[in-house]
């Protein structure tokens, strides 16, 4: 069984960078080729945002509208990745999400159980 955890504050400043991590246990390497790894986020009384992947290879995908602000990474030694999203406003705020992707499907087929993140001053 496969679980995937995120950590990280839940309370950011007003420009300052936000981090999270997500640890992954059970299953195989997260450096297994069906697999991607995804940050995903929703803000209150909105849809879900797809953030960032990071494939089995360590290739980087962001969505274009957070690209300039993000950067996702991978510890794969800790079976971890991160997501960093810098110069954060309250309209970051949201319930931040990993999840893993099958690579054939493009399909999640395992999230995290989700962390608030509230930007604030």
């Known amino acids: 069984q496969v679980q995937l955890q995120e950590s990280g504050p839940g309370l950011v400043k007003p420009s300052q960078t936000l981090s999270l991590t997500c640890t992954v246990s059970g299953g195989g390497s997260i450096t297994t080729s069906a697999y991607a790894w995804s940050w995903i986020r929703q803000p209150p009384g909105k849809g879900l945002e797809w953030m960032a992947r990071?494939?089995?290879?360590?290739?980087?995908y962001y969505s274009p509208s957070l690209k300039s602000r993000t950067t996702i990474s991978r510890d794969t030694s800790k079976k971890q990745f991160s997501l960093q999203l810098s110069s954060v406003t309250p309209e970051d705020t949201a319930v931040y999400y990993c999840a893993r992707v099958v690579r054939s499907s493009r399909l999640y087929d395992y999230w995290g159980q989700g962390t608030q993140v509230t930007v604030s001053s």
């Open positions: 990071i494939s089995y290879d360590g290739s980087r």
